[in-house]
């Protein structure tokens, strides 16, 4: 447990809901670890921050006032926080989304550290993504990380389903302005006959979440009809797995959870805040401890 002193600074994760959040585990465990190994560490603790959407502004500006030194940034504001930033980077312009926010002699700067953590699982595999179609599920703030990942692949096009026209064709309009990435926009009805090209399909959507454990948003035979070889990716990482990994991984095809994205956006994020490297492995330990 961190010892709070009067000189502890604070960090932490901004979203609605966040209780089920397991970033302040794999925060904590890291600052804990760095605090052990280097006397000179300053201590930190980071927190979850429950805030509303109507609350977000007043939230952001008093965190500044009581001297926050960075916090996350998770559904639903991944969006809506960057009209309160004074300045952003290039890849969370890309986007049009921020995950990480840290504060400057002007206000707050914001960045996107998803899309790393996105990359990471897929990096290592044999696979030539000039030939891969990836299919997105939602088309959320998570959905933009994806997309600019997918990009950052090599991958030509990306279907992504939704269900709503009017989100769906603002994504489109916005992230192809930035993103060198031919991307298509199907309404949820759509999702059977795209199936079968889907090597690659990632859920952003929350179904599945913790504590709605017995939610999929594919079914056993929509899984049966993917290729298979197909990859089917998680960005949920409570449960770990979920049920449609539980079901992918029965169909013989490749599964992957939330749980790397987390570790290595999060290590990411820790290391822009306190100038050093992160204990990737320490954080990984950590979330994986609450697994078992």
């Not at 605090?35 to 609350?55: D, G, K, R, S």
């Not at 600019?148 to 990306?158: N, S, T």
């Not at 998680?234 to 790397?260: F, H, M, W």
């Not at 570790?263 to 994986?288: K, Y």
Request: hydrophobic content about 45%; aromatic content about 4%.
């Amino acid at each position: 447990m961190v010892q709070i002193t009067g000189a502890t600074k604070l960090l932490g994760v901004m979203g609605h809901p966040v209780e089920h959040s397991l970033s302040p585990v794999i925060h904590n465990a890291a600052l804990k670890a760095l605090a052990t190994q280097h006397h000179h560490f300053l201590e930190y603790v980071y927190i979850p921050f429950p805030v509303t959407a109507n609350a977000l502004p007043a939230v952001v500006s008093s965190l500044r006032e009581l001297g926050c030194c960075g916090f996350n940034i998770t559904i639903p504001h991944k969006q809506a926080i960057m009209p309160l930033l004074t300045e952003t980077t290039a890849i969370a312009k890309a986007v049009g989304a921020v995950n990480t926010v840290w504060p400057t002699d002007t206000g707050w700067a914001g960045t996107n550290t998803d899309v790393e953590g996105f990359l990471s699982p897929l990096q290592p595999l044999d696979r030539d993504w000039s030939t891969v179609t990836p299919c997105i599920l939602g088309c959320g703030g998570a959905a933009r990380a994806v997309l600019a990942g997918c990009a950052q692949l090599g991958c030509p096009q990306v279907h992504i389903i939704g269900r709503q026209s009017a989100k769906l064709e603002q994504l489109r309009t916005t992230c192809a302005a930035t993103l060198s990435i031919d991307i298509q926009i199907h309404l949820w009805e759509n999702l059977p006959r795209l199936l079968p090209l889907a090597a690659l399909l990632i859920n952003t959507t929350p179904v599945g979440m913790s504590p709605h454990t017995q939610a999929s948003p594919l079914s056993t035979a929509d899984i049966d009809q993917l290729p298979q070889d197909a990859i089917v990716y998680d960005l949920i990482y409570t449960p770990n797995p979920t049920l449609l990994l539980e079901k992918t991984q029965s169909s013989g095809r490749i599964a992957i959870t939330g749980v790397e994205m987390l570790v290595q956006q999060g290590a990411a994020a820790l290391s822009l805040w306190i100038d050093q490297p992160a204990p990737v492995d320490i954080m990984r330990e950590a979330l994986l401890a609450c697994f078992t």
